[in-house]
């Protein structure tokens, strides 16, 4: 009997044990503490809000702002010294009274809602429909920060998008996975070129002769940086966020377009200003680069996901200098880029795409045989050697006139009028495989004999260099 008493008393101690811990954890987890409105607004400043008198704020936390007038706005922490918060305002600040508006502190960051849903529907720059369509359910609620991938567990791109533009396809080839900009300015057809491979883009599947398209699902996120500053700097995160869920939890191939990188920086400017910081290049901050990084780091092949993202950012440069910060620092950041020239442009060249300071550093790993065409290097090597002496031999006749050529000089020169009219022209509607691509370059090369060609293996130039039309292999 004593026994049983003392087996009871222990039962009696480890319930209620449990009991204490199980109180414990509802009050850590699941007891929401009370939110503190403040009206301790000190002073506005652009598009920031600075606040006194602040407890415990936190880097990052979502506020509430409600003016005078009832009119709500929300916010995020930019920066914390002690209890003063300065605040960023998504809406802007324009109308906000420093002794009137009330200032809440949510204590949670910034999450968009994403959802399957989000496909085909548009949205402003903080992530609300715009398209007079049902209210999507969210199935989630992210971070737009994102999370960081492990490098280890990357996978290195190696599988073509064909985007039926001669100058991208056959010589700056896209991986899918690549994040590669298309450097621009005002004025030039960027967005049409954008708008262009959105319609076109497709996967060349390994060991296979034909495109297939059903096989792959291709969700495009439109990122438009026409709106407000603090909107310019969260869109596209949001776009991201919506984009990273897609292709690692839903399984899909995202291709993110992001127009205008350049109104994004100009953004980061107009914040830093007003933050007071000390001014890098052309009064950009200095920390513009890991900025930058870390919208371009979102893009990739992650394992055990079949989903993947491609990014193609477009930034104008400024008075068409790729010198520019802008254009600069996202050069050290993305694999590559896209040259859309003035000059071409100017002669009616439709893509106007300059292929010599194009470049595309994934290339080598996602053409060739099993992938594309066992020719397709060498050709596109070739094709680069002969539009670069083309281009100097044109010089050069400006300088000592067309008599003074010999008769390779103008066998380069009759190459580089047809190169740029054959094989950069083509329509906004024209949709080349990468193998009618390659057979274009071939007859283009045709115009030199054989022992011109170089840069072609002997044993390449046997087998497709006879053919008036090569066929794929």
Same mark, same amino acid.
């Given at each position: 009997?004593?026994?049983?008493?003392?087996?009871?008393?222990?039962?009696?101690?480890?319930?209620?044990?449990?009991?204490?811990?199980?109180?414990?954890?509802?009050?850590?987890?699941?007891?929401?503490?009370?939110?503190?409105?403040?009206?301790?607004?000190?002073? @506005?400043?652009? /598009?920031?809000?600075?606040?006194?008198?602040?407890?415990?704020?936190?880097?990052?936390?979502?506020?509430?702002?409600?003016?005078?007038?009832?009119?709500?706005?929300?916010?995020? @922490?930019?920066? @914390?010294?002690?209890?003063?918060?300065?605040?960023?305002?998504?809406?802007?600040?324009?109308?906000?009274?420093?002794?009137?508006?009330?200032?809440?502190?949510?204590?949670?960051?910034?999450?968009?809602?994403?959802?399957?849903?989000?496909?085909?529907?548009? *949205?402003?720059?903080?992530?609300?429909?715009?398209?007079?369509?049902?209210?999507?359910?969210?199935?989630?609620?992210?971070?737009?920060?994102?999370?960081?991938?492990?490098?280890?567990?990357?996978?290195?791109?190696?599988?073509?998008?064909?985007?039926?533009?001669?100058?991208?396809?056959?010589?700056?080839?896209?991986?899918?996975? %690549?994040?590669?900009?298309? *450097?621009?300015?005002?004025?030039?057809?960027?967005?049409?070129?954008?708008?262009?491979?959105?319609?076109?883009?497709?996967?060349?599947?390994?060991?296979?002769?034909?495109?297939?398209?059903?096989?792959?699902?291709?969700?495009?996120?439109?990122?438009?940086?026409?709106?407000?500053?603090?909107?310019?700097?969260?869109?596209?995160?949001?776009?991201?966020?919506?984009?990273?869920?897609?292709?690692?939890? =839903?399984?899909?191939?995202?291709?993110?377009?992001?127009?205008?990188?350049?109104?994004?920086?100009?953004?980061?400017?107009?914040?830093?200003?007003?933050?007071?910081?000390?001014?890098?290049?052309?009064?950009?901050?200095?920390?513009?680069?890991?900025?930058?990084?870390?919208?371009?780091?979102?893009?990739?092949?992650?394992?055990?996901?079949?989903?993947?993202?491609?990014?193609?950012?477009?930034?104008?440069?400024?008075?068409?200098?790729?010198?520019?910060?802008?254009?600069?620092?996202?050069?050290?950041?993305?694999?590559?880029?896209?040259?859309?020239?003035?000059?071409?442009?100017?002669?009616?060249?439709? /893509?106007?795409?300059?292929?010599?300071?194009?470049?595309?550093?994934?290339?080598?790993?996602?053409?060739?045989?099993?992938?594309?065409?066992?020719?397709?290097?060498?050709?596109?090597?070739?094709?680069?050697? =002969?539009?670069?002496?083309?281009?100097?031999?044109?010089?050069?006749?400006?300088?000592?006139?067309?008599?003074?050529?010999?008769?390779?000089?103008?066998?380069?020169?009759?190459?580089?009028?047809?190169?740029?009219?054959?094989?950069?022209? %083509?329509?906004?509607?024209?949709?080349?495989?990468?193998?009618?691509?390659?057979?274009?370059?071939? %007859?283009?090369?045709?115009?030199?004999?054989?022992?011109?060609?170089?840069?072609?293996? %002997?044993?390449?130039?046997?087998?497709?260099?006879?053919?008036?039309?090569?066929?794929?292999?």
């Amino acid at each position: 009997m004593a026994t049983l008493v003392a087996n009871r008393a222990m039962d009696i101690n480890g319930v209620a044990a449990a009991a204490r811990t199980h109180t414990q954890a509802v009050t850590r987890n699941y007891i929401s503490q009370p939110r503190l409105t403040y009206s301790t607004v000190s002073g @506005v400043n652009g /598009p920031l809000v600075i606040l006194d008198n602040v407890k415990f704020p936190r880097y990052a936390e979502i506020v509430h702002l409600t003016l005078p007038d009832g009119t709500k706005r929300s916010g995020q @922490v930019l920066e @914390v010294i002690g209890s003063k918060a300065v605040v960023q305002v998504f809406e802007g600040t324009s109308g906000i009274d420093a002794k009137k508006t009330a200032c809440e502190f949510t204590g949670d960051i910034l999450r968009t809602p994403v959802s399957e849903d989000m496909l085909g529907r548009v *949205f402003n720059g903080s992530g609300k429909p715009i398209d007079r369509g049902p209210t999507v359910l969210a199935e989630d609620y992210l971070d737009i920060m994102g999370q960081p991938i492990n490098p280890q567990c990357r996978i290195y791109p190696e599988e073509m998008i064909q985007t039926g533009i001669s100058a991208i396809d056959g010589m700056n080839s896209i991986a899918r996975g %690549q994040k590669i900009p298309i *450097f621009s300015a005002a004025g030039l057809p960027h967005n049409e070129i954008a708008a262009q491979i959105c319609r076109q883009a497709g996967l060349v599947q390994k060991s296979k002769d034909v495109m297939d398209y059903s096989a792959e699902n291709f969700a495009i996120v439109f990122a438009a940086m026409g709106v407000s500053g603090i909107e310019r700097i969260i869109t596209p995160r949001l776009a991201l966020t919506t984009a990273e869920y897609l292709a690692y939890q =839903c399984e899909k191939h995202v291709l993110v377009i992001l127009t205008d990188m350049s109104s994004y920086a100009e953004a980061l400017r107009e914040v830093s200003a007003a933050r007071e910081e000390v001014p890098g290049r052309r009064g950009f901050p200095g920390y513009m680069y890991t900025d930058l990084a870390t919208i371009y780091e979102r893009a990739g092949r992650v394992e055990g996901r079949n989903g993947s993202i491609t990014q193609i950012p477009i930034l104008t440069m400024p008075n068409d200098d790729i010198t520019h910060p802008i254009p600069d620092l996202t050069g050290y950041i993305t694999e590559g880029q896209v040259y859309v020239e003035r000059q071409l442009h100017n002669r009616q060249i439709y /893509p106007p795409i300059n292929v010599l300071p194009s470049l595309s550093r994934l290339m080598k790993s996602a053409i060739g045989e099993g992938m594309t065409r066992k020719d397709h290097a060498d050709v596109s090597n070739q094709l680069y050697a =002969c539009y670069a002496i083309g281009k100097d031999v044109q010089a050069m006749k400006a300088v000592v006139g067309e008599e003074a050529l010999t008769s390779d000089d103008l066998l380069y020169l009759e190459f580089l009028q047809k190169f740029e009219k054959n094989f950069i022209a %083509q329509g906004p509607y024209d949709n080349r495989t990468v193998y009618e691509t390659l057979d274009i370059g071939w %007859q283009l090369l045709r115009i030199f004999p054989k022992e011109m060609l170089k840069r072609i293996p %002997q044993s390449t130039l046997a087998e497709f260099y006879p053919r008036e039309s090569a066929v794929r292999h």
